[in-house]
């Protein structure tokens, strides 16, 4: 009796376990498994943490996202700008630039950044070239050279108007400065033949320029002035462009082990993303934990599983009233 009573309160909390929700439950695929692997690999390739998105997989798309492009942007701010670039004139991507594209999107300018830098026409600026004037912003140093230069130069801000003039022989500077040096304001003629501008489409958000300053009848015979600075490059033509060679050693002279450090984040971050296109294609190494199920289970299902339930309990109590009744019949002989 003991058992076929142990019998009832079994069948009768399957019962209950088989009207409980969470047990009742269908069987479902992971998320990840129900998407197209590939789009979601093109996907995570493009953005960090767009293949988890496209998969539902919301927390790992949003630890992706924010890391990855993080670490990416961090970099890029860290060296000025001018850690990620590709140089048109190299047969294939250097080794670095090939790590960062695996950051998809955000390193891919680069690539047509410096198919840009390498057209022809693309080069630094000579006199010969100007036609018309050209108005610039400036902001540099007046630097003196020569006897004479004590007091002369100076921090310097204000407006280059620049023109070509044409000798017999060659080209002549002209135009004005005007802005300051120090705190004082000056307006300063240009004169002579020196004169560099670099090309329109280079890294930095600064073109670097210098012109030399026309001479002074009260200054040295031998003395020259050299306005050297930079005039601002626009987002379009510095953003992951190829910068010169004179550029790239400025910014190591400033940074020295930083810019070193800026170029490692990018590397780490496209090596990040490609964990993250790989764990889209072929889904988490281990253990899923992020998915939910498509659809509810329906009523028909609950009802079927129930039944089936009850059916199996009532199976196991006949067969254990079966083989108690002889131990009851020589209990009561």
């Known amino acids: 009796m003991f058992r076929c009573s142990a019998g009832r309160e079994e069948m009768t909390e399957s019962k209950t376990n088989a009207t409980s929700p969470e047990l009742a439950m269908e069987p479902h695929r992971a998320l990840w498994l129900e998407a197209n692997p590939w789009i979601a690999g093109v996907l995570a390739f493009l953005i960090p943490g767009a293949g988890h998105f496209y998969q539902g997989r919301w927390f790992k798309g949003t630890i992706y996202f924010f890391c990855i492009l993080g670490t990416f942007l961090g970099g890029m701010k860290l060296g000025d700008g001018m850690v990620v670039y590709h140089k048109a004139d190299t047969r294939l991507p250097t080794v670095w630039y090939a790590t960062q594209l695996l ?35 400036f902001e540099g140093e007046l630097k003196a050279i020569g006897p004479g230069r004590e007091g002369v130069g100076g921090p310097a801000k204000g407006t280059l108007t620049i023109t070509s003039e044409r000798t017999a022989f060659s080209y002549e500077l002209g135009g004005r400065f005007v802005g300051t040096v120090g705190d004082r304001e000056v307006d300063l003629p240009l004169g002579g033949s020196r004169f560099l501008l670099a090309p329109q489409i280079g890294g930095g958000s600064g073109r670097a320029i210098e012109v030399s300053i026309g001479r002074n009848p009260n200054d ?65 190494a281990y253990g899923f934990g ?44």
């Open 220 to 284: 040295h015979p031998d003395l020259q002035r050299l306005l050297i600075g930079s005039t601002p490059r626009s987002f379009m033509d510095s953003f992951e462009a190829p910068p010169d060679q004179q550029s790239l050693n400025d910014v190591y002279r400033r940074l020295g082990a930083r810019y070193d450090m800026a170029v490692v984040f990018t590397l780490i971050a496209g090596l990040l993303n490609l964990f993250a296109i790989w764990d889209c294609v072929e889904g988490p």
């Open 103 to 137: 950051t998809g999107a955000v390193a891919l300018p680069a690539y047509f950044q410096g198919l840009r830098a390498a057209q022809p026409a693309n080069r630094p600026l000579e006199l010969s070239s100007i036609s018309g004037t050209l108005n610039l912003p």
């Open 290 to 333: 992020d998915e939910q199920p498509r659809t509810a289970p329906s009523s028909e299902n609950a009802a079927a599983t129930i039944a089936t339930e009850a059916t199996s309990a009532n199976s196991a109590t006949n067969s254990e009233s079966r083989a108690a009744k002889p131990a009851q019949a020589v209990l009561k002989t």
